[in-house]
Every structure is written in structure tokens, then in C-alpha cells.
């Protein structure tokens, strides 16, 4: 068995007149917090959209648990345990907490020939998962009830909720108060000791020097150094 959970190898992909990766690489251990930092355009976020399934690599490959994969979006990619809570939100804010955690896999039941969702149990099961991540949030109020920075632990929550294996946050920090960072930290700690593989993406040096047990730089689409 490697080393590694998961493992990116010499990833490319280029947009029109850029290349935005160039031959970049990635290792992930097991139950821990690795930071990923460059400046902005060094790659970071793409690299992770990579990983995620929003961007298909032009070249490169993507070994999980030990096998070589294709990550074909975003949902084949939370199906396989990658979870990721993105810098720009995309709330639902009309719809329920419940229902933006568990948005594209709601849970669901039979009524003879009719397959319906399964309110009761898509609730029940968000109730849990947002106790688990210590937040005292109605699963049935509206999302747009709340602030950016509590949607933002709500997507915690939606990753925490598909029992990942390896969660990436970029930029987390960006929308949170002082108390909501201790808040996030102590998620991100529960998640590590679980053996939760965590991507960092973050610019403030006091929060990676705190949190981080590995640390890879990029520059120019291009792998530096851990």
C-alpha cells in the first residue's frame, strides 16, 4: 500500500493562451492537514478543480487509495470520498439547509411505482451531520437566512455529510470571524484525527503555520517543492 491517499502525477491543463498547470503534482497522506500556497494564478485552485472533476486534465494522472482513477465531476467525485468547499460559493439560498447539504443525492423512497424524496430522512440525517459539526442550524430554514460565513460552514457540513476521504478548502477563512475560524479549526482537527486527508488553500501564514502538517508550494502552474 503507498504512502499516500491520493496522489496527482504531472498534471496539465491549459485554457486558451495559457497554461494554467505545467506538469504540476500533489501527495496526500492520510489523517493529514497539507497546505497549498503560491500566489494567485500560481495554480492552486485549478489544480483542485482538477481533483474535483469541474476541470478535465489535459494530461496527468490521479491515483486514489491505490488505484489510477478519472474523476468525471463533481458528484463521481464526492461518490469516491473528495469533497470540496469552494472560495466562490453557489447557494440555493430559496432552498432548505437540508436540501442545499444534500443537493444531487437527496435521499430517497418508494411509494409503489412513484420514487420520491425522503424528507423525514433527508432532515434527520442533516440534523446529524450539522450536529457534528457544531452548528445549531434548523435544517429546514432557508439557507438564505444566513450570513456568507455560516453558508460557508454549511458546505463544511455538505462535505462533512459525504463522509469524505479527502476534503479540500480554498480559501475558507476569507468570510469568517475570529470565532468562526476557532470554529472551522476545531472541525478541521476532528476531521484529521479521523484519518480525513485535508487540501488547505490559504494565504494567511499565521493560520498555515497553526494548522498545517505539510506543505507544498506552487508557482506559475508549476509544482516547487513540500
Known amino acids: 500500500m503507498s504512502e499516500y491517499r491520493l496522489e496527482m502525477r504531472g498534471v496539465v491543463k491549459t485554457f486558451p493562451g495559457v497554461k ?96 420520491t424524496i425522503d424528507h423525514e430522512k433527508m432532515y434527520a440525517d442533516a440534523a446529524a451531520v450539522l450536529k457534528e459539526v457544531h452548528l445549531n442550524y434548523d435544517p429546514r430554514a432557508k439557507l438564505g437566512s444566513l450570513s456568507v460565513s455560516q453558508m460557508q460552514l454549511v458546505e463544511i457540513a455538505k462535505a462533512v455529510s459525504a463522509d469524505c476521504k479527502v476534503l479540500i478548502l480554498d480559501e475558507p477563512t476569507s468570510s469568517l470571524t475570529a470565532a468562526e475560524v476557532e470554529a472551522l479549526f476545531t472541525i478541521v482537527n476532528e476531521l484529521r484525527a479521523k484519518g480525513v486527508s485535508i487540501v488547505y488553500i490559504s494565504h494567511k501564514m499565521d493560520e498555515i503555520l497553526r494548522i498545517s502538517d505539510e506543505v507544498t508550494i506552487m508557482r506559475d502552474g508549476q509544482y516547487i517543492g513540500t
Open 20 to 115: 494554467a498547470l505545467d506538469h504540476a503534482q500533489l501527495n496526500l497522506r492520510p489523517g493529514t492537514v497539507h497546505a497549498l500556497m503560491g500566489e494567485n494564478g500560481a495554480g492552486k485552485s485549478t489544480l483542485m478543480k482538477c481533483m474535483f472533476g469541474i476541470y478535465h486534465m489535459d494530461e496527468g494522472e490521479v491515483v486514489y487509495e491505490g488505484e489510477k482513477v478519472q474523476i468525471k465531476g463533481p458528484l463521481d467525485a464526492l461518490n469516491k470520498g473528495i469533497a470540496m468547499v469552494h472560495q466562490e460559493l453557489q447557494p440555493i439560498p430559496e432552498r432548505s439547509i437540508g436540501e442545499n447539504i444534500y443537493v444531487g443525492r437527496y435521499p430517497t423512497k418508494r411509494l409503489g411505482p412513484i420514487v
